[in-house]
């Protein structure tokens, strides 16, 4: 009787050598091919690739992995004045198509930035909204208006940013929710998230995604495959992704791969 040729089971270090040396070779690193490849459960490469990521070797994407050397070299944040004149155009026309989604009655999130506080303004003429903010920018906009009801989420105020965060913002987060949720970032990327400068920030966005019925991201071109900053808030459900007509079709196409964005591009 003959029998089939079984492979030595490897060890998990020497397992995640080699898983790391697939990724770093830039050859197409997704959980289907890793299992072929190394005779292994989807399971076990799985575990293998967040200990990896966790380790800070590799970046975990949608459905596999990508090599931690792909990521930016850290940048440092723009002040508040760059960030208004920066892509000033295409952030209007981001805030007016997302505006559309928008609906009398609703209660929504506005993020901190400078994208959500032209969206505020864009909201401006609506009627019995609730809006819910940590962004200081996009209060003074609102809180003023008879027909809009304006909460600002507290917290420790990010001069860069005019946003709030930290504990307090947790905590409160935790206590609402809202039909819509509208969120920046300093870069977005398929497959992984949005990248922050901060722990803090990533992880209130993390809070603000727990708490919102749809959740919008709105981010110009400039930003789309950008990661030059060091921390991450997955994005592990249905989004849209609302950007400027500046996107090539390489970078949506990237999106739509994921299967889980819905894309978006607001006309100039």
């Known amino acids: 009787m003959a029998f089939a040729a079984t492979r030595p089971a490897m060890k998990a270090a020497d397992r995640r050598r080699a898983i790391l040396d697939l990724v770093l070779s830039g050859e197409e690193a997704n959980v289907e091919r890793l299992t072929a490849s190394l005779g292994v459960s ?4 799985r575990r293998d690739l967040t200990a990896l990521a966790r380790e800070g070797r590799i970046l975990r994407t949608y459905g596999g992995a990508a090599a931690a050397m792909q990521v930016g070299t850290h940048e440092p944040e723009a002040s508040l004045e760059e960030r208004k004149a920066l892509q000033r155009e295409q952030k209007e ?9 928008v609906q009398d009655g609703d209660a929504v999130l506005l993020d901190s930035g400078t994208t959500a506080a032209a969206l505020a303004r864009a909201l401006a003429a609506r009627e019995d909204l609730h809006v819910y903010t940590t962004n200081l920018l996009a209060v003074s906009a609102l809180a003023g208006l008879s027909n809009i009801h304006v909460t600002l989420i507290g917290g420790e105020v990010r001069r860069s940013s ?8 947790q905590l409160v987060l935790s206590r609402i929710s809202v039909d819509k949720a509208f969120l920046g970032a300093d870069g977005v990327v398929a497959g992984v998230g949005l990248c922050e400068a901060t722990a803090e920030q990533a992880y209130l966005k ?52 994921s299967r889980q964005a819905s894309i978006v591009v607001a006309s100039a």
């Open 42 to 45: 989807e399971a076990t490469i």
């Open 93 to 101: 026309a981001i805030a007016r198509t997302a505006a559309g989604f």
């Open 162 to 169: 005019m946003g709030t965060f930290g504990p307090l913002a």
């Open 206 to 257: 993390e809070c603000i995604i727990r708490q919102a019925a749809e959740l919008f991201v709105l981010a110009d071109a400039s930003k789309l495959g950008r990661a030059r900053q060091q921390h991450w808030t997955p994005l592990e459900r249905a989004w849209t992704l609302i950007t400027d007509a500046g996107a090539t079709p390489a970078q949506l196409d990237e999106f739509r791969a």
